[in-house]
């Protein structure tokens, strides 16, 4: 199999807020087992991108190709939202504010897709499910209610909860940028972890240490464009562009 | 003229007494729940993107809730026959009428309940549900539905404690509930205070017993994992909690 057919593709994806273009001409391909780590300013539109990537919002113009199927939601013709929605456990999406399930508990949480979506029995779900929460070393707090667990803990939970659908790629929206510092790492070790055993990930973060253990390449936004794309040594230690060293050095990263 | 604790005592356990408690508490209940799904749907219209709708159920709700519901009821048992002549056959009651008067009612109150409800719950669920490819109709029934009953469950209480005593207003069509058997005993012996005690014992009865249920659903929807006994809780609880 050819290591140069991507996972997901995206070209040219425009997106406007009311008259705010929001993405301008978007290109980002990740292959099969490649991490991928987004940086830019605070409103050059990442996670737009990351929203629009997981088919939660409709696209102007481009197209999204997953696995070799254009699934891309088009604002006008194209693909509706009702036939795009078996695409969307395929992208699963994890938020930076976890968006866990407050009346399920951690179990329920990451039983819900496999039940509902993916149509498994409730006993095979659950031990797949627990098999999941030990994965991201949540064996024990099964039974908690999300307002019982911390963030870390809560973050993690969401992870299990998107693996659970058995996605083809992972998308991350600034997961530990809600935690205490101390919760951080936590989160990153799973992350490292599912990098590590192949999953095809894009993650928007500015977790210096995600960012140089796991990531294939790092791709700059700003206003709404891609500006540069490296890995990650050449990235940090000689970025090509001005925006990039500037960003980098106001972001001390 | 002393009170009569002799004529208290019979009049609060008569069969009459009872048959009236249990007349409201069934009226009150079929109400209530009529109108919470009718409250739902107008609640969801209101959400609708076709503006036309939109004010359709916003119209729906304001004239509910501007007429008194008194006159809602002396409307639906005397005006409707006259207009639908269908509805002066015996099949409609003065039950079914309050019935009506009561739920239509009940919805415009519902309606406005559920809608905050709603939008109490966080933007970021339904993206949740979205992207772990969940349907619409299942966002809805597994994860808004049980997140907004929690949330009306106390104005909700407070709603059906007063419909409860809104169905005394079915007196006046003289449909026979607590009231009704009530006025109409006194018109008998004229003993005031004591068949008015012993109707007021049965309202603070039944509303207490909807306090303690209320109590209960309330302590279901606590989602803490100390408070995991279903056992104890209405089969339809279980439902709206998301199954389990
Ligand atoms: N739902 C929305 N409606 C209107 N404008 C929006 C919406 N979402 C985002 N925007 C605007 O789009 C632009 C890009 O926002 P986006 O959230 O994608 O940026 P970001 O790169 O993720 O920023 P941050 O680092 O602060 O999270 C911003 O100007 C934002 O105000
Ligand atoms: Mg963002």
Same mark, same amino acid.
């Given at each position: 199999?050819?290591?140069?057919?991507?996972?997901?593709?995206?070209?040219?994806?425009?997106?406007?807020?009311?008259?705010?273009?929001?993405l301008k001409g978007v290109s980002l391909g990740v292959e099969r087992g490649q991490v991928k780590v987004v940086v830019g300013p605070s409103g050059s539109g990442k996670s737009t991108l990351l929203r629009c990537l997981a088919l939660l919002e409709p696209i102007e113009s481009g197209s999204i190709v997953l696995d070799g199927?254009?699934?891309?939601?088009?604002?006008?013709?194209?693909r509706g939202e009702r036939s795009l929605v078996p695409f969307r456990s395929q992208l699963c999406m994890v938020f930076q504010h976890?968006?866990?399930?407050?009346?399920?508990?951690a179990l329920e949480n990451v039983m819900i897709g496999p039940v509902h979506v993916r149509g498994v029995d409730r006993k095979e779900a659950r031990d797949e499910a627990m098999a999941l929460l030990a994965r991201v070393r949540l064996g024990d707090k099964a039974e908690r209610y999300p307002h019982e667990l911390s963030g870390g803990q809560q973050q993690r939970v969401a992870i299990a909860r998107a693996l659970a659908l058995r996605p083809k790629v992972m998308l991350f929206d600034e997961p530990t940028s809600a935690l205490d510092p101390e919760l951080v790492r936590e989160v990153i070790d799973v992350m490292e972890e599912l990098a590590r055993d192949g999953m095809t990930m894009i993650v928007v973060s500015h977790e210096m240490r995600f960012a140089h253990e796991a990531a294939d390449a790092i791709v700059m936004m700003d206003e709404g464009r891609i500006i540069e794309e490296a890995p990650p040594d050449r990235f940090f230690r000689d970025p090509t562009h001005e925006r990039t060293r500037r960003f980098l050095q106001l972001a001390e990263l | 003229m002393q009170f009569d604790?002799?004529?208290?005592?019979?009049? %609060?356990?008569?069969? =009459?007494?009872?048959?009236g408690a249990a007349l409201t508490i069934g009226l009150a209940v079929a109400a209530q729940a009529a109108g919470s799904i009718l409250g739902l749907v107008v609640a969801l219209l209101r959400g609708s993107s076709l503006p036309p709708v939109r004010w359709g159920a916003a119209a729906y709700v304001w004239l509910f809730r501007a007429v008194p519901t008194l006159l809602q009821l002396l409307f639906v048992w005397n005006a409707l026959p006259q207009l639908i002549p269908s509805l002066r056959d015996p099949w409609f009651t003065p039950f079914l009428a309050a019935f009506l008067a009561l739920s239509l009612n009940e919805s415009a109150y519902m309606a406005e309940i559920i809608r905050s409800g709603l939008a109490s719950v966080d933007r970021g669920q339904? %993206?949740?549900?979205? =992207?772990?490819?969940?349907?619409?109709?299942?966002i809805f029934r597994l994860i808004t539905l049980p997140q907004m009953i929690r949330v009306i469950i106390p104005p909700t209480g407070n709603e059906f404690i007063t419909l409860l005593k809104l169905t005394s207003l079915a007196s006046v069509i003289s449909l026979r509930e607590l009231l009704t058997v009530t006025?109409?005993?006194?018109?008998v012996n004229f003993r005031f205070a004591e068949l008015y005690a012993a109707a007021t014992v049965w309202y603070l009865a039944i509303v207490s017993v909807f306090m303690v249920l209320q109590a209960q659903l309330e302590k279901r929807y606590q989602w803490s994992s100390r408070e995991r006994d279903v056992r104890t809780m209405p089969v339809f609880a279980r439902v709206a909690a998301g199954n389990r």
């Open positions: 199999m050819s290591g140069s057919q991507p996972m997901i593709a995206a070209s040219e994806i425009t997106k406007h807020y009311g008259r705010l273009e929001v199927e254009d699934v891309a939601w088009q604002a006008r013709g194209g976890f968006n866990l399930f407050p009346h399920l508990t | 604790r002799q004529i208290f005592w019979e009049a %609060l356990t008569s069969s =009459t007494f009872a048959a339904m %993206l949740a549900g979205k =992207t772990l490819g969940l349907r619409s109709d299942q006025s109409q005993t006194v018109a």
